[in-house]
């Protein structure tokens, strides 16, 4: 069983900055893909970024050089650290696991706002 546990969300300026952790229990952590996603107010949830177990690394297209995912498999964590924050990245922000077999693992989310 793996639980995900997010932080580091909170009210932020426009312009700013917020780094996001997910911390993972269990042992397949370093052999999984890893993914943030988000949920805006009336809208459908959806993908941000991942990084494979290899480090590879996709973003959507809207936060392409503004976020970065990375992970530190000794800390069990991944991390997306968000830079130049818009008020359109206002949303509860998911990370996932990705499993080799069976269905992806969730966190509870953490909310992030952005807002003069």
């Known amino acids: 069983q793996v639980h995900l546990v997010e932080s580091g969300g909170g009210l932020v300026q426009p312009g700013g900055s917020l780094r996001l952790s997910c911390a993972a229990s269990?042992?397949?952590?370093?052999?999984?893909?890893m993914g943030w996603h988000r949920q805006a107010p009336g809208k459908q949830r959806e993908w941000v970024a991942t990084i494979t177990s290899t480090d590879s690394t996709n973003y959507r297209n809207s936060v392409k050089g503004r976020f970065t995912i990375t992970r530190d498999n000794a800390q069990n964590t991944v991390y997306l650290q968000m830079n130049n924050l818009k008020p359109d990245d206002t949303a509860v922000y998911y990370c996932?696991?990705?499993?080799?077999?069976?269905?992806?693992?969730w966190g509870q989310g953490t909310q992030v706002t952005v807002s003069s």
């Open positions: 996932n696991l990705v499993p080799l077999f069976g269905e992806p693992y």
């Open positions: 269990g042992n397949i952590f370093s052999i999984s893909n």
